[in-house]
Structures are given as structure tokens and as C-alpha cells.
């Protein structure tokens, strides 16, 4: 019931900035509780921020103070701001809303995912 697309990935040098968009296909899109995953060759995919419908935020420790999660419940949209990108932070960037975390279900939706690359 949830369509999640990401885009705004590419390749980047460390040190820069990257903003990655998530456009969500849901009538509800402003209750949810959205995510921001990324999976790392050879990673297991990892939680990297949290946004509720009311703007709260929850950050890995690896990402707190350079990534910023946002929402725009007009646009059905949310971001994640990537700032003093390190090479580590290369992965594949996923979009994602677990209904459990708002209260709708035990479905997980995922996007398709994003490409992120960081030179050193």
C-alpha cells in the first residue's frame, strides 16, 4: 500500500554533501514513521535515521552531527541531508516505513534503493 522511490544518489568526494529524497505513494504519508537505511558491501543493512509524522529524529552513532533526516508531509517527501561525507559511508541508501513504529501493522515498506559512493 506504501510506494517508496529514492534518488539523489551518486559519487562524491569525502568531505562532501549529498541529499538523498524519498518520494512515498500514500494517502497517510504524514502519520508515518519514516527510515532511512543503507547496506555497505559485504554489511548488513543498518538502521542510519528516523523521522515520525511530528518531526522527531533518531540517528545512528555513526552519522549523528553530519547526516539530517527531514520530512515535507506536503510533498509526501523525506530527505536525508549527508554532510563531511567519509568513505564508510558508501552504500546502497534505502527508504523505509515499518507500520509498527506508527501503529498501522507489522508491514515493512522499502524503497528500491540509492547508490552512494564517497572517494577518498
Known amino acids: 500500500q506504501v510506494q517508496l522511490v529514492e534518488s539523489g544518489g551518486g559519487l562524491v568526494q569525502a568531505g562532501g554533501s549529498l541529499k538523498l529524497s524519498c518520494a512515498a505513494s500514500?494517502?497517510?504519508?504524514?502519520?508515518?514513521?519514516m527510515g532511512w537505511y543503507r547496506q555497505a558491501p559485504g554489511k548488513q543493512r543498518e538502521l542510519v535515521a528516523l523521522i515520525t509524522g511530528g518531526g522527531s529524529t533518531n540517528y545512528a552513532d555513526s552519522v549523528k552531527g553530519r547526516f539530517t533526516i527531514s520530512r515535507d508531509n506536503a510533498k509526501n517527501t523525506v530527505y536525508l541531508q549527508m554532510s563531511s561525507l567519509k568513505p564508510e559511508d558508501t552504500a546502497v541508501y534505502y527508504c523505509?516505513?515499518?507500520?509498527?513504529?506508527?501503529?498501522?501493522?507489522?508491514?515493512?515498506?522499502w524503497g528500491q534503493g540509492t547508490q552512494v559512493t564517497v572517494s577518498s
Open positions: 500514500t494517502r497517510i504519508f504524514s502519520i508515518l514513521v
Open positions: 523505509n516505513t515499518d507500520m509498527a513504529r506508527s501503529g498501522l501493522g507489522r508491514v515493512v515498506y
